[in-house]
């Protein structure tokens, strides 16, 4: 490929007027289609409905002329001399982007169904903690599309092999490893197996509405067995139909979290080459991201007891992003298998997990009695409600049964979260698990953390205890209520980010 390509102003695929054009026309729907409705159902006349033809007419044909007019004005190019990739854009006022190589951070593509329909592909080109929005050309070839990127991304490992000679592994020639798809089946089975949180709810909302039935029915004090078992068949019939109506709602609740999934994540690829690893994914917006092990912040694998019985786990990776954009630098993997997901690690983690030592720390009881205080507080509120006030019409007998449920899940739900939260310290990486449902683990290089938040609340003096924040471009690793003896390690994780040579943008 020739190092001068892409140095002349380029433009969009002449089909980016069609995209420009269709977006402007959708924007302009959004901003008056309550007066087009109104208009509509208020039985204008013949002569309000032919100056509204026009209306649309000339709005229709100004559209297309600022569609082509700004597919005109929009360009880019790279300038090699400034090292630096330009874009211009702009019909009344012109504005000029310049991104350096070395600020370039990632190069992903994105299609809409629009730009699907028309054949054209958005290219995004992304900057590490900048607030400015990203860089975007939205009607590009594929062919196009795939040189442009790699150009982006070589320029940019050659101008960082100068800095770092040490890193000549950047510029090494692409070549595939191994593949990874996610089918059908594997999304259904994350959209079952994703949705228990609504499920529970829907629980909580059954047992309420059966409460509220059985009230009706047993509201005045029954008197004797045989005006109990006149009414027994009615409440039999209410269950059933209640159990009918929680059974659907379920099932729609459990359709609605299969439908969000198939939108997100339909087209899952895995491909990982010899220098990254590139993700491509969505139904309605297609996304496909290349990632390169030295822009890692920060890696979670996600699971539950359902899903790692059928051998599903999540991956969370976090790239270096602006405060304000550390969201939009999260890419979620899910449907991923166990093996899959020790191929990651083993590519995005280059240093060996083998360390010569392991430390591994636990928080303070204090942590677990604080949470099971919060916990205690919907106990506290609803005896309160219930002493001053009459509109919680409880049995005694009831209130206790329900207060000891709740009491009792908490207690066991809080003690197992408790125990399974651990923070693990080695020669090259910080590790951290949390979560007895939705268990977490949470690793980060120690040459990649920016810096360390030490706090000590004064209730944690007397225990010697204090709260950790390990800040990262990619976002925050915490860990609190741990003995003050963990600060002889800080001190050497700090000793192991300041000394390093490595590259982590």
């Known amino acids: 490929m020739k190092p001068n390509t892409y140095n002349a102003a380029q433009r969009q695929s002449i089909a980016g007027v069609l995209l420009i054009f269709f977006s402007s026309l959708y924007k302009l729907f959004r901003m008056f289609w309550a007066l087009g409705a109104y208009l509509l159902f208020s039985g204008p006349s013949k002569t309000t409905l032919i100056y509204t033809a026009i209306g649309l007419f000339v709005v229709t044909g100004l559209t297309l002329i600022y569609s082509y007019l700004y597919y005109r004005k929009f360009i880019f190019y790279i300038d090699y001399d400034r090292e630096e990739f330009v874009l211009e854009k702009g019909i009344f006022s012109t504005e000029n982007t310049a991104i350096p190589f070395d600020k370039i951070q990632q190069v992903y593509f994105k299609r809409s169904i629009l730009q699907r329909v028309i054949n054209v592909y958005s290219l995004v080109v992304d900057t590490a903690g900048s607030n400015e929005k990203e860089v975007e050309i939205k009607a590009i070839s594929e062919e196009d599309a795939n040189r442009l990127s790699e150009i982006l991304l070589r320029v940019k490992s050659e101008k960082i092999e100068k800095e770092h000679p040490e890193q000549d592994d950047l510029v090494e020639e692409s070549k595939e490893v191994w593949t990874h798809k996610v089918g059908i089946l594997t999304l259904l089975k994350i959209g079952i197996s994703t949705n228990y949180l609504r499920g529970l709810s829907l629980v909580f909302a059954f047992i309420m509405t059966v409460y509220n039935r059985i009230n009706t029915y047993f509201k005045d004090r029954i008197d004797d067995f045989e005006n109990y078992f006149s009414q027994f068949s009615g409440v039999l019939q209410s269950f059933g139909y209640l159990a009918i109506i929680f059974g659907l709602l379920l099932l729609l609740s459990i359709s609605i979290t299969i439908i969000e999934v198939f939108i997100k994540y339909y087209g899952l690829k895995i491909k990982q080459n010899n220098d990254k690893l590139e993700v491509e994914m969505g139904l309605k917006t297609n996304t496909k991201v290349s990632l390169q092990p030295r822009r890692l912040q920060l890696m979670r694998i996600k699971t539950n007891p359902i899903q790692q019985r059928i051998n599903l786990y999540e991956a969370q990776i976090s790239l270096a992003s602006s405060e304000n954009e550390l969201q939009k630098n999260k890419i979620k993997i899910p449907g991923l298998g166990k093996e899959i997901v020790k191929k990651i690690k083993s590519f995005l ?17 204090l942590l677990l009695f604080r949470k099971l205080s919060f916990a205690l507080i919907p ?127």
């Open 349 to 365: 983690y280059s240093e060996d997990s083998k360390s010569r030592f392991r430390t591994t720390f636990r928080p303070d009881k």
């Open 379 to 505: 106990i506290l509120i609803f005896l309160s409600f219930w002493n001053f006030t009459e509109i919680i019409n409880f049995q005694v007998w009831l209130i206790v049964l329900l207060l000891s449920l709740y009491f009792i899940t908490a207690l066991t739900l809080q003690i197992l979260s408790f125990k399974a939260r651990k923070l693990i310290i080695t020669e090259e990486f910080l590790q951290k698990k949390k979560g007895f449902w939705n268990k977490t683990e949470e690793t980060l290089e120690l040459f990649k953390i920016q810096s360390i938040s030490v706090k000590q609340p004064i209730w944690y003096r007397r225990k010697n205890l204090v709260n950790l924040v390990f800040h990262t471009a990619g976002g925050d690793l915490r860990f609190y209520a741990v003995n003050n003896d963990i600060l002889q390690y800080i001190n050497y994780v700090l000793y192991k980010a300041e000394v390093t040579s490595k590259n982590w943008m």
